[in-house]
């Protein structure tokens, strides 16, 4: 098979590296990929969000499979632009990706179809916001509507907050049109787990969880980031909780898709809330986490090229699928100054040094090259994997091929997995 991955960060690094193992592919490429990716792909020359040039190459090279990680192609509209040329592949329509291209959407649909999410209104009138914000109380969580790189969510401890929040989407307009519209919703109590499902757009099975670490710093506090770290398998969510999910949440979704004409094929990123009454649902995405990912498929043992072919294609897919019982922990390795302002361009040292360590992978997310260097490129730059059969394991292998990794101003969290420890 020929496979194509569109995107090039830490989350697509890990998925070149695990596609790259089938034995079904003969080739796969990239676009754009990343020095990381480069061992295990063809790197183009095509930005993820290039959706003419990204099908024109696939129809021209025949490719088998496109495998697209990021979601802002999706809601674009590329899975579309690819199946009107008859071809193959992973990740939903736009109008599946609304899912998570638009808030009220998902939220709508949810309601509709009686799915546990945080109480919530939709407003496209400022002042009616502020109102409802006012009749609700503090806490309370105002969303933009739109894709906002995943910065659309403001948790507001006092109705002073709230008020310049709904001032920040909707009057100065922090997030462009994606703030034209509001949701404002109840805040909720809990642990937040991300959990992973594949659809055909029929059906779906459950893949893994796994938690993430938003914030910056050490015991959740700094502002919040793309995701400082991840581990997997979560205690919290055992086979039961699994099967739970799968019936209350994910089920429902996939089915009231299809229904109104927008089956969902690809991975179904449902964000939960564990409260007291119940897991619920924060928000849906239409791929991968990152760094969920880089928890995640590590411990996959089976071949994923038949799962994304199959789910991609709309065929039956397995039951359930095969995880090792062993535990993931991912570091993110940050710029200095991540989640704020921060330099590029500075060498790396050590990642064949850390990929030593049994157990160990580098996945690269902001790296770039520069003459015969390695150099730092974005935020997060690189996630340190590492697999043990126990997280303490895990945890103790990651943060000790860390010590062998060097550039300036790098930054991480110390914490990462400790709360996988706590049961
Ligand atoms: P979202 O962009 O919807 O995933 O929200 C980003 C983050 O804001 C989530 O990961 C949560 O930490 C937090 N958040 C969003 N909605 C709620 C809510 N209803 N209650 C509490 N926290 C929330
Ligand atoms: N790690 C959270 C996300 O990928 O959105």
Redesign the pocket.
Known sequence: MKVLLVGGGGREHTLAWKIAQSPLVEVLYAAPGNPGIERHAKCLPLRADALDDLAAFAVAERVDLTVVGPEAPLVAGLADRLAAHGLVVFGPSARAAALEGS?AFAKDLMARHGVPT?RFRVFDDPHAARRHCQALGAPL?V?ADGLAA?K??I?CRTLDEADDAVAACMERRVFGAAGARVIV?????GE?VSFFALSNGRDAIPLAAAQDH?TVFDDDRGP?TGGMGAYSPVPRVDEAGERALMETIVRPTIRALAREGAPYRGVLFV?L?LTAEGPKV??FNCRFGDPECQAILPRAQEDLVPLLAAAARGEDLPARTAWRPDAAVCVALASGGYPGEYRTGLPIEGIEAAESVPGVHVFHAGTARRDARLVTAGGRVLGVTAVAPEIRGAIAAAYAAIARIRFEGMHYRRDIGRKGLKI
């Open positions: 808030k945080a969580v969303k995943g659309g969510a948790v919703e109840e805040f909720l109590r937040e938003k919040n964000g809330m924060v928000e």
